[in-house]
């Protein structure tokens, strides 16, 4: 008879130690395995040199600690590092990290595909594959930490450098509509016998699932980043379709109950320019009146993101002028605004290029290639996050 074997990354820390539990073990010994796996990245019980060697030998029969494997691993020329993850049946994601002078980000993907559909994302082109789970989604910080750090050669375990210091839920799919493993996940990378990231450095990403905003406020507030992308609801509506059954003053709603949650005193809007589409002076006195309803202000911060155009979408860039212009209204207005410039664009990790398709390798090498000459371009300054700050 064949025996599944459990996998340890699906289990989050009262799960483990009921796990242990069922194996005749003390709840301590569940945080020193779930050290082993999330502080050390072991994956082999046989490491694990303070458990017993009859709980090694038990735990080598019954369960197992595996990440979705490596199909391919690139490193654009700015130091962004992209894996995509084989996650069965043709379906890949892709994870990317982002080094920054004080920090490394983290950008994990939660769905294949998504079933939102926003206009301008080629995930949402590629449609609704599956959930991951949590092991799949997790597995993606459990995987980067380790593998950045054998690369760098710095040890395993808390003495040795942490290489990811934030993550960001920016990848393929959209995290609310995945919700309970992902909260699952969530509650991993804060723990403090896993990765222990404050609340404050994990931040989710939503195109406005607004109930499961609330749930989430309820269940593991961090940070949170809502795309916008629009002024007004026709727009909006014709956008990110979500709006038709979330408009926008539910959404400021939601907005506004999850502050009093947050680990952070602010939202961040996510607004991708889309040239001669939501990207005028009047767009934007639009927005600075969306958020600071004189009644109801909703306290939060802009990121401004340059569409990365993909030829299906029919759509293009902002030029930098008019995002600059675009940028200074709101910062006139009182309003934090960041302009964010695309990294990695050389290796396909920019915002909403997630495509991640299996049988599509022929294609991501080509792009990859394409890539390169626009690396070859922009100079070494290409792909930066530059503030535009008031
Ligand atoms: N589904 C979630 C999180 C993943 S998308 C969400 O929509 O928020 C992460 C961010 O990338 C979102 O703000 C999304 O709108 C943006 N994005 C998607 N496609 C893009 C593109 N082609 N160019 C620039 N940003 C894009
Ligand atoms: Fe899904 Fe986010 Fe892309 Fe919209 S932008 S299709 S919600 S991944």
């Given at each position: ?14 799960q483990l130690?009921?796990?242990?539990g069922?194996l005749g ?27 017993a ?5 038990k ?5 197992m600690?595996?990440?979705p494997?490596?199909?391919?691993d690139?490193?654009s ?7 995509l993850?084989?996650?069965g049946?043709?379906?890949a994601?892709?994870?990317?990290f ?7 980000t983290l ?11 926003c206009?301008f ?5 590629q449609?609704?594959s ?18 950045l ?6 040890e395993a ?10 993550v960001?839920?920016m990848?393929?799919g ?13 509650k991993?990378?804060l723990d403090?016998?896993a990765?222990?990231?404050?609340r ?10 607004v109930?499961?905003m609330?749930?989430?406020s309820q ?13 007004n609801?026709p ?13 926008l003053?539910?959404l ?18 996510e ?6 589409v939501?990207?005028?002076d009047?767009?934007a006195?639009e ?10 202000p909703?306290?939060?911060k ?5 569409f990365n155009?993909?030829p299906?979408?029919g ?20 309003i934090?605004?960041t302009?964010?410039k695309t990294?990695?664009?050389d ?10 398709e299996?049988?599509d390798?022929?294609?991501v ?11 070859k ?8 996050i ?5």
């Open positions: 008879m064949m025996t599944v074997l459990t996998n340890l990354l699906d289990l989050d820390p009262a130690i009921a796990y242990c069922e073990e003390k709840p301590f010994r569940a945080k020193q395995l779930q050290r082993w796996i999330h502080q050390f990245g072991a994956s082999n019980f046989d490491a694990m040199t303070d458990l060697k009859s709980l090694r030998d735990l080598a029969t019954r369960a600690i595996a990440a494997a490596v199909i391919s690139h490193t020329t700015d130091g962004t590092r992209k894996w993850l084989d996650v049946q043709g379906n994601v892709e994870t990317v982002i080094p920054e002078e004080n920090r490394g950008c994990i993907s939660t769905q294949a595909g998504c079933a939102v559909n206009r994302c080629s995930t949402g082109k449609g609704f599956r959930n991951l789970t949590v092991s799949e989604i997790i597995g993606q910080l459990w995987m980067a930490e380790f593998e750090r054998r690369t760098k050669g710095i375990g808390p003495k040795g450098e942490r290489q990811i210091t934030n960001v839920m990848g393929m959209e995290p609310l509509l995945n919700f309970e493993p992902t909260v699952t996940a969530l991993l990378m403090d016998n990765y222990g990231l404050s404050r450095r994990v931040t989710l990403s939503t195109s406005g699932v109930p499961m609330d749930k989430l269940e593991c507030p961090v940070a949170l980043a809502v795309s916008l992308h629009a002024s609801d727009l909006r509506d014709g956008l990110v379709p979500l709006n038709k059954k979330h408009p003053a539910e400021m709603a939601a907005c506004r109950r999850y502050l009093e949650f947050a680990p952070r005193d602010f939202i961040t809007f607004y991708c320019m889309l040239h001669e939501n990207d005028s009047a767009h006195r927005l600075v009146a969306l958020v600071q309803n004189h009644a109801n909703v306290s939060c802009f990121n401004l993101i340059p155009p993909f299906e979408s759509l293009t860039r902002s030029h930098n002028p008019r995002i600059k212009a675009f940028a200074q209204i709101l910062i006139d207005a009182g934090v605004t302009i964010r990294r990695g664009d290796i396909d990790a920019a915002c909403g290029q997630l495509a991640g299996v049988q390798r022929t294609r090498q080509e792009r990859m290639e394409k890539m390169t000459e626009y690396q371009k922009f100079g070494k300054n290409f792909g930066r530059v503030e535009v700050s008031a």
